[in-house]
């Protein structure tokens, strides 16, 4: 009986060995060059949280040399950052989406640079014709040859293939693609068997992004921007969208591409601007708006929002910089620059306003109330003529009028709480405290059915208009609720424990009179009303002392209250 090794060793093994070897090189060709050169198209795509820690990965085909991409939507959702490294090993950053569908689990998207690509199949193969599976490898191809077991219509028009092939996890994203190379769609798992999928190539390239995009629940759990769309519209809604999504950084991209696609529109110039304005950057800012000016087709627009910027720099910034070249006068002139090229009633506003803060308030009055009596009939002119009205020292009845109207033509809505308000204040100012009271509860209602609460100084507001006719317990519920919502304001503070002391109850004065001199040990207020709790509650010695540090600080009030209780 000969051994193994003689086995081995005889002529008829040593031929099939041959004949095998032989055969090798047919089956690397039965795999099409097509299909080889679509393999350096396939990617790996990395995704990141915002705080630079891996979020998942998936695969991919480039379909474009621009970086048009696509890949599985799920990696994306939670992303802040991407990452794709092609077949040869070179990474990119994926600079946005261009659509995503996540019942497909599909995303098209743009990274940055020149890419190799893959064609996309136009037509659709049919049920029991072979395709290939290229799963991604660096510098080599590998693609297994795969038959499509059942295509179904979507949608009219696009294809759902499956495929019985039992595929690894880590093959999910990879192309199908056919003879010639031609990508068919992308490798998902079907749930509940070993079989998987692939929506049509032609459905994900399909993929769109417009105005509404940054909306789109799918897209909205993402981080990563949006494409800037392809219609000038749907671009300007973009900006106006992205402003609640992304920080600066991401609006300087959308500027930036907005500036390429649309030169003569000013939206862009206007965004890039207000970036550098936000940073204290003013040249910069004047900068572009220039370049608005000079580039846009509606120099109008351009004008306008070179003098709005001005005006808000001159009356709103706090940045502590100083730009000298930004004036009323600059303001003005551009104001009127967008009046000559288009007379709209806005660019008049905007000369009103700037004639207001100018101190010409007779001026300003005559400009808001001849605004008023034009297409722009609107609250905001009715209050700031009031304004106006209170500089030239007028009666409060005339200013009350004033913003009656301003009341009377924006509603009782969100739109006319802020006029509201300074009616009710103008009340309030005027001994008419139960007047006030009705606007400042009509505004508090609405604030807290549009926005869930009114601001801290509200409350405060009106605690104090409330105190005057002794509505203490309402007075007493409203400071306390100015301290939830501004915990760190000792005034606040200070207050509701005046108001406990005055209503007797001593504990809640001591506790938030303590409070007050935790956030501000330097003020005496805190001091005086601890001291005045104390000596109700019996603690003399703690009282004065608490007295005698008010006394310390400079308050005028300690020694006479020292003498009074000692």
Same mark, same amino acid.
């Given at each position: 009986?000969?051994?193994?090794?003689?086995?081995?060793?005889? !002529?008829?093994?040593?031929?099939?060995?041959?004949?095998?070897?032989?055969?090798?090189?047919?089956?690397?060709?039965?795999?099409?060059?097509?299909?080889?050169?679509?393999?350096?198209?396939?990617?790996?795509?990395?995704?990141?949280?915002?705080?630079?820690?891996?979020?998942?990965?998936?695969?991919?085909?480039?379909?474009? %040399?621009?970086? =048009?991409?696509?890949?599985?939507?799920?990696?994306?959702?939670?992303?802040?950052?991407?990452?794709?490294?092609?077949?040869?090993?070179?990474?990119?950053?994926?600079?946005?989406?261009?659509?995503?569908?996540?019942?497909?689990?599909?995303?098209?998207?743009?990274?940055?640079? %020149?890419?190799?690509?893959?064609?996309?199949?136009? &037509?659709?193969?049919?049920? @029991?014709?072979? +395709?290939?599976? +290229?799963?991604?490898?660096?510098?080599?191809?590998?693609?297994?040859? +795969?038959?499509?077991?059942?295509?179904?219509?979507?949608?009219?028009?696009?294809?759902?293939?499956?495929?019985?092939?039992?595929?690894?996890?880590?093959?999910?994203?990879? !192309?199908?693609?056919?003879?010639?190379?031609?990508?068919?769609?992308?490798?998902? $798992?079907?749930?509940?068997?070993?079989?998987?999928?692939?929506? *049509?190539?032609?459905?994900?390239?399909?993929?769109?992004?417009? @105005?509404?995009?940054?909306?789109?629940?799918?897209?909205?759990?993402?981080?990563?921007? %949006?494409?800037?769309?392809?219609?000038?519209?749907?671009?300007?809604?973009?900006?106006?969208?992205?402003?609640?999504?992304?920080?600066?950084?991401?609006?300087?991209?959308?500027? *930036?591409?907005?500036?390429?696609?649309?030169?003569?529109?000013?939206?862009?110039?206007?965004?890039?601007?207000?970036?550098?304005?936000?940073?204290?950057?003013?040249?910069?800012?004047?900068?572009?708006?220039?370049?608005?000016?000079?580039?846009?087709?509606?120099?109008?627009?351009?004008?306008?929002?070179?003098?709005?910027?001005?005006?808000?720099?001159?009356?709103?910034?706090?940045?502590?910089?100083?730009?000298?070249?930004?004036?009323?006068?600059?303001?003005?002139?551009?104001?009127?620059?967008?009046?000559?090229?288009? !007379?709209?009633?806005?660019?008049?506003?905007?000369?009103?306003?700037? &004639?207001?803060?100018?101190?010409?308030?007779?001026?300003?009055?005559?400009?808001?109330?001849?605004?008023?009596?034009?297409?722009?009939?609107?609250?905001?002119?009715?209050?700031?003529?009031?304004?106006?009205?209170?500089?030239?020292?007028?009666?409060?009845?005339?200013?009350?009028?004033?913003?009656?109207?301003?009341?009377?033509?924006?509603?009782? =809505?969100?739109?006319?709480?802020?006029?509201?308000?300074?009616?009710?204040?103008?009340?309030?100012?005027?001994?008419?405290?139960?007047?006030?009271?009705?606007?400042?509860?009509?505004?508090? =209602?609405?604030?807290?059915?549009?926005?869930?609460?009114?601001?801290?100084?509200?409350?405060?507001?009106?605690?104090?208009?409330?105190?005057?006719?002794?509505?203490?317990?309402?007075?007493?519920?409203?400071?306390? $609720?100015?301290?939830?919502?501004?915990?760190?304001?000792?005034?606040?503070?200070?207050?509701?424990?005046?108001?406990?002391?005055?209503?007797?109850?001593?504990?809640?004065?001591?506790?938030?009179?303590?409070?007050?001199?935790?956030?501000? !040990?330097?003020?005496?207020? @805190?001091?005086?009303?601890?001291?005045?709790?104390?000596?109700?509650?019996?603690?003399?010695?703690?009282?004065?002392?608490?007295?005698?540090?008010?006394?310390?600080?400079?308050?005028?009030?300690?020694?006479?209250?020292?003498?009074?209780?000692?």
């Amino acid at each position: 009986m000969k051994t193994f090794k003689q086995i081995f060793h005889t !002529p008829f093994l040593i031929m099939l060995w041959l004949f095998c070897l032989a055969l090798l090189p047919g089956m690397v060709k039965a795999q099409p060059a097509a299909v080889q050169k679509a393999s350096k198209a396939v990617f790996t795509l990395t995704t990141f949280k915002a705080d630079g820690s891996l979020l998942s990965s998936t695969h991919g085909v480039f379909i474009a %040399t621009d970086g =048009t991409a696509v890949s599985t939507f799920a990696p994306f959702v939670g992303a802040a950052k991407a990452t794709v490294i092609d077949a040869a090993g070179k990474s990119y950053d994926v600079d946005c989406l261009l659509g995503g569908n996540e019942l497909y689990d599909v995303a098209k998207f743009r990274v940055t640079g %020149t890419t190799p690509a893959a064609p996309i199949a136009r &037509t659709a193969v049919m049920q @029991g014709a072979q +395709v290939w599976l +290229v799963n991604y490898a660096k510098g080599k191809t590998d693609a297994q040859p +795969v038959k499509i077991a059942k295509e179904e219509k979507f949608m009219d028009k696009y294809v759902y293939y499956v495929v019985n092939y039992n595929a690894p996890d880590n093959a999910i994203g990879c !192309p199908f693609v056919n003879a010639k190379g031609e990508v068919m769609g992308l490798l998902r $798992h079907l749930a509940g068997n070993s079989d998987v999928s692939a929506a *049509d190539i032609l459905f994900i390239n399909d993929l769109k992004v417009n @105005g509404m995009s940054n909306l789109d629940p799918a897209l909205k759990q993402t981080a990563i921007r %949006t494409a800037l769309p392809s219609k000038e519209e749907d671009a300007r809604m973009t900006l106006v969208l992205a402003k609640s999504k992304f920080g600066d950084d991401v609006i300087r991209k959308y500027a *930036d591409e907005f500036m390429v696609k649309f030169p003569a529109a000013a939206d862009g110039y206007k965004e890039r601007a207000d970036i550098a304005f936000r940073a204290g950057d003013f040249a910069e800012a004047a900068h572009y708006m220039e370049l608005g000016i000079a580039k846009a087709a509606l120099k109008d627009e351009a004008h306008y929002n070179y003098a709005d910027l001005i005006y808000r720099y001159l009356a709103y910034s706090q940045s502590g910089k100083t730009f000298e070249a930004w004036t009323l006068d600059k303001a003005m002139a551009e104001a009127q620059a967008a009046y000559a090229a288009n !007379p709209l009633p806005i660019y008049r506003h905007l000369q009103a306003q700037i &004639t207001f803060m100018k101190g010409d308030y007779q001026s300003a009055y005559d400009q808001f109330m001849s605004l008023a009596k034009s297409g722009l009939r609107n609250g905001e002119v009715f209050f700031e003529a009031a304004q106006a009205k209170a500089n030239l020292k007028a009666g409060t009845s005339e200013i009350i009028a004033l913003l009656d109207r301003a009341v009377n033509v924006s509603g009782k =809505t969100q739109m006319g709480a802020p006029y509201i308000l300074a009616r009710g204040k103008a009340l309030d100012a005027d001994g008419k405290y139960r007047d006030a009271m009705r606007d400042y509860n009509l505004y508090d =209602t609405i604030m807290t059915v549009f926005y869930g609460t009114a601001p801290a100084e509200f409350y405060y507001t009106r605690y104090q208009c409330e105190s005057k006719i002794r509505m203490y317990q309402q007075a007493l519920n409203d400071i306390a $609720h100015a301290c939830v919502l501004a915990p760190k304001e000792p005034t606040y503070w200070v207050e509701l424990a005046s108001m406990n002391l005055r209503v007797n109850k001593l504990d809640e004065a001591v506790f938030a009179a303590t409070r007050c001199v935790e956030l501000a !040990p330097q003020y005496p207020d @805190g001091y005086i009303f601890l001291g005045l709790a104390q000596i109700q509650k019996k603690l003399k010695a703690e009282g004065l002392a608490n007295l005698e540090k008010a006394k310390s600080l400079g308050d005028s009030r300690a020694q006479g209250l020292i003498d009074k209780y000692k």
